[in-house]
T-cell receptor
Framework: ETGVTQTPRHLVMGMTNKKSLKCEQH?????MYWYKQSAKKPLELMFV???????ENNSVPSRFSPECPNSSHLFLHLHTLQPEDSALYLCASSQDLTGHGSGNTIYFGEGSWLTVV | AQKVTQAQTEISVVEKEDVTLDCVYETRDTTYYLFWYKQPPSGELVFLIRRNSFDEQNEISGRYSWNFQKSTSSFNFTITASQVVDSAVYFCALSGFTGGGNKLTFGTGTQLKVEL
């Protein structure tokens, strides 16, 4: 059983819809991440949160809006997406951002498969 | 800049064969971590191993073994006596401190197919 859970697992949405992806980690970690995985491309880091503060936004379009209400939950709000945004969105967490040893390991959820039609 | 290269896009083997997945990395950091993750069709990235740049000792875990060669900037992964359940995409990743923080740079993955 994974320590990082994501819902929904599958989502189909129209280009004018507003939806949200949810992530919850049960590992007591302080850092959380959103990654995007498109076909035939390396995983792309989208957002990084540490202690509920956004510390990185990798030039992600504003139609993706993250929210981290507490250290255990992370959301990705989706609005007016494009078909090219269809991908697997992976949430992840780690003990912290710069820790050495085991704190450096990033654990992933099962991902949310998003299809934009 | 950091870079991870997995030159093997897809590998097919017959069950019980040994298979090695290659990973070559580039980084200017002197302290860094290397990872392998397994991604089955369900999508989840399963953590397999983390190795820090100061520890070149090879590691074995059951049928899995890892060979870290700093001189050639490689961190190869071998599965001994492969099984159908090993079929997945395997990603090699690098985490350094250039740019700050705990950010993984992934390779493009190697699709491993193990057939009966």
């Amino acid at each position: 059983e994974t320590g990082v859970t994501q819902t929904p697992r599958h989502l189909v949405m129209g280009m004018t819809n507003k939806k949200s992806l949810k992530c919850e980690q049960h590992l007591g970690h302080n850092a959380m991440y959103w990654y995007k995985q498109s076909a035939k491309k390396p995983l792309e880091l989208m957002f990084v949160y540490s202690l509920e503060e956004r510390v990185e936004n990798n030039s992600v379009p504003s139609r993706f809006s993250p929210e981290c209400p507490n250290s255990s939950h992370l959301f990705l709000h989706l609005h007016t997406l494009q078909p090219e945004d269809s991908a697997l969105y992976l949430c992840a967490s780690s003990q912290d951002l710069t820790g050495h040893g085991s704190g450096n390991t990033i654990y992933f959820g099962e991902g949310s498969w998003l299809t934009v039609v | 800049a950091q870079k991870v290269t997995q030159a093997q896009t897809e590998i097919s083997v017959v069950e019980k064969e040994d298979v090695t997945l290659d990973c070559v990395y580039e980084t200017r950091d002197t302290t860094y971590y290397l990872f392998w993750y397994k991604q089955p069709p369900s999508g989840e990235l399963v953590f397999l191993i983390r190795r820090n740049s100061f520890d070149e000792q090879n590691e074995i875990s059951g049928r899995y073994s890892w060979n870290f060669q700093k001189s050639t900037s490689s961190f190869n992964f071998t599965i001994t006596a492969s099984q159908v359940v090993d079929s997945a995409v395997y990603f090699c990743a690098l985490s350094g401190f250039t740019g700050g923080g705990n950010k993984l740079t992934f390779g493009t993955g190697t699709q491993l197919k193990v057939e009966l």
